[in-house]
């Protein structure tokens, strides 16, 4: 076997027992690796913790989102003994969310930072190979996660859309100020409004009209 290989071959394949396939949410069907396996891996090639390999923390920083949730990130250096020299730093960046939007309110984890910095380390180590055949292979994991193809708005070839379209424009010519009334109220263009919006839409500027009858009726009073 070719010595450079060495360290890939002895640690590429992951137990069953390590495998843990992702039940719900947007990563259901992948796998999920215990971080424990790599520990044990990397202590059976290299030694103790602090002896024979260690991980030195960079980096760590909060990114905040629009939607309100904030996410924690770290990067780290492995370094592996061999033959009794340290190896140059291996990096390896991870993440994890910190506070998180859930259907009671935000979610603050206080862990983040410790699965940020988990992950990172997986990272750093599929450079050496552990676990290569999950991330080779048939098993999946959230690196290889695809988002799905967000789903399609109705066509302006819709014969209703289409009516709605040229009866809103007739009633609100003005389209620069249409365009940022559905980016305030909708966050999306006037082309990407959907039917009922654009239902919701007309009923709004019915009642403006109203509205501004009014006001000039009681004027010229």
């Known amino acids: 076997?070719?010595?450079?290989?060495?360290?890939?071959?002895?640690?590429?394949?992951?137990?069953?027992?390590?495998?843990?396939?992702?039940?719900?949410?947007r990563l259901k069907g992948?796998?999920?690796?215990?971080?424990?396996?790599?520990?044990?891996t990397m202590t059976?090639?290299?030694?103790i913790c602090g002896i024979g390999w260690k991980v030195e923390l960079t980096?760590?920083?909060?990114?905040?989102?629009?939607?309100?949730?904030?996410?924690?990130?770290?990067?780290i250096n492995l370094y592996i003994k061999v033959d009794g020299e340290w190896s140059e730093a291996i990096p390896g960046t991870g993440g994890a969310m910190?506070?998180?939007?859930?259907?009671?309110?935000m979610y603050v984890d206080?862990?983040?930072?410790?699965?940020?910095?988990?992950?990172?380390?997986?990272?750093?180590?599929?450079?050496?190979?552990?676990?290569a055949d999950v991330y080779w292979g048939e098993d999946r994991t959230k690196y290889d996660y695809v988002p799905e193809e967000p789903k399609r708005e109705q066509k302006p070839?819709?014969?209703?859309?289409?009516?709605?379209?040229?009866?809103?424009k007739q009633a609100y010519p003005d389209e620069k100020r249409l365009e940022l009334a559905c980016q305030k109220k909708f966050n999306k263009r006037f082309g990407q409004l959907t039917t009922d919006e654009m239902h919701e839409v007309l009923a709004l500027i019915e009642v403006r009209k109203g509205e501004?009858?009014?006001?000039?009726?009681?004027g010229a009073a």
């Open 44 to 47: 059976e090639q290299f030694g």
């Open 110 to 131: 206080d862990e983040a930072f410790k699965k940020a910095e988990t992950d990172a380390i997986s990272v750093a180590c599929k450079m050496l190979g552990i676990g």
């Open 59 to 75: 980096k760590q920083w909060l990114e905040p989102y629009s939607t309100g949730e904030t996410a924690a990130f770290c990067n």
């Open 157 to 168: 070839s819709d014969p209703a859309r289409g009516e709605l379209l040229a009866l809103i």
């Open 212 to 218: 501004a009858k009014g006001i000039s009726g009681s």
């Open 98 to 105: 910190y506070v998180v939007k859930e259907r009671n309110g």
């Open 30 to 40: 992948y796998t999920n690796i215990n971080p424990m396996w790599r520990i044990k």
């Open 1 to 25: 076997m070719n010595d450079s290989m060495r360290i890939y071959e002895a640690t590429r394949k992951v137990p069953a027992e390590a495998k843990k396939p992702i039940p719900a949410g």
